[in-house]
Nanobody, 116 residues
Framework: QVQLVESGGGLVQAGGSLRLACAAS????????MGWYRQTPGKQREQVAV???????SYVESVKGRFTISRDAAKNRVYLQMNSLKPEDTAVYYC??????????WGQGTQVTVSS
């Protein structure tokens, strides 16, 4: 079992920045990749950024150049630095940890609201 706790969401004006953090605990040695997803009402959850255990990263096209995912392996933490935020980035952001095929753990989510 892996437990994930997100923090850092909030309200920010367009063009501003926020940094999300995700703290993992439990069976962290089995984590292959961690990522950030987001969801708005009536829409499917969207993968925003992923970082693999080897360090490789990937981003959804809409956030490339604005968001950066990073990790502190010693502290079992993953971060999402979000710059140049847009109103369309408004969503509940979820941290996720993958430990195997179709085995994903989720955090409780943190609200990010970007005002225009």
């Amino acid at each position: 079992q892996v437990q994930l706790v997100e923090s850092g969401g909030g309200l920010v004006q367009a063009g501003g920045s926020l940094r999300l953090a995700c703290a993992a605990s439990g069976s962290v040695f089995g984590i292959n990749a961690m990522g950030w997803y987001r969801q708005t009402p009536g829409k499917q959850r969207e993968q925003v950024a992923v970082i693999h255990s080897a360090g490789g990263t990937s981003y959804v096209e809409s956030v490339k150049g604005r968001f950066t995912i990073s990790r502190d392996a010693a502290k079992n933490r993953v971060y999402l630095q979000m710059n140049s935020l847009k109103p369309e980035d408004t969503a509940v952001y979820y941290c996720a940890a993958e430990t195997g095929p179709e085995k994903v753990y989720w955090g409780q989510g943190t609200q990010v609201t970007v005002s225009s």
